[in-house]
């Protein structure tokens, strides 16, 4: 029979057992909870850049929709047809700064995107092809708008400098036409052969101008909405894919 004698007990030892027991416990504790913590931490910041990346997406897609929305090829068609026509009004001269306000405003906006995301690449190429866009509606705006300025019967402006402006912007308007397409070279060679007075010059070449560059636009936009679909689809999954690293 097993007699104990609680005296014989070396209580001191037990009690320093117990201590490194529980101190080893702790450590194991602190350590997985130090892990959990690096985990949480991770997550988090994880989280802040989704946000961040989203928040910087979704801004982009929201101001390039509506500059893209702005620009619109009816109406270089519709107010091109008016002015060749003689019966552009006061109304529409009205619409048209508005077009060229809204030009300028566009222009601001993209030149900041494009600083916003200057090491966002795949955004820069998006950017540009809409920058493109802008330049050609901007251009139409800006020369239909002069024309009828300068050809209006209140201008002050004397009639050889009036024609010399107008030349000027007739001929800005053939050298697009022709960079875009060299088989309107011909074309606008038989309106200068046929045609002695500017004005009429003037509006002959904006006929084939704002044809022309209404299809360019009509073509540019095509390829943008796909560019940009595709573009905000490889984005969206990326992002979605962050909290998963």
């Known amino acids: 029979m097993l007699n104990f004698n609680l005296y014989t007990i070396d209580w001191t ?63 270089i068609l519709d107010f091109s047809s008016k002015w060749i026509d003689k019966t552009f009004t006061t109304e529409d001269r009205c619409k048209i700064d508005h077009i060229a306000e809204q030009d300028q ?12 995301l200057k090491n966002y690449p795949a955004a820069k190429l998006l950017l540009d092809r809409l920058n493109i866009i802008r330049n050609i509606y901007g251009s139409w705006a800006s020369n239909i708008n002069a024309l009828h300025v300068f050809l209006n019967p209140d201008s002050e402006l004397p009639a050889e400098q009036r024609d010399v402006v107008i030349t000027n912007i007739v001929d800005q308007m053939v050298e697009m036409c022709k960079k875009t397409d060299s088989q309107y ?14 004005v009429d010059i003037a509006r002959d070449i904006m006929n084939i101008f704002e044809s022309e560059m209404s299809h360019q636009i009509q073509a540019h936009k095509l390829d943008f909405e796909k560019e940009l679909y595709d573009f905000v689809k490889k984005e969206q999954e990326r992002i979605d894919c962050i909290v998963e690293l």
């Open 13 to 75: 030892a037990i009690g320093s057992m117990a201590t490194t027991i529980a101190v080893i416990s702790a450590f194991i504790s602190i350590s997985v909870s130090n892990k959990q913590n690096r985990k949480n931490r991770k997550l988090q910041i994880l989280l802040i850049r989704k946000e961040q990346e989203q928040k910087r997406l979704d801004e982009m897609v929201s101001n390039i929709l509506e500059i893209n929305h702005s620009i619109k090829p009816i109406d």
């Open 105 to 116: 405003l566009n222009n601001i906006r993209l030149n900041i995107q494009l600083i916003k």
């Open 185 to 198: 070279v011909l074309v606008i060679d038989d309106i200068y052969k046929n045609r002695t007075n500017i």
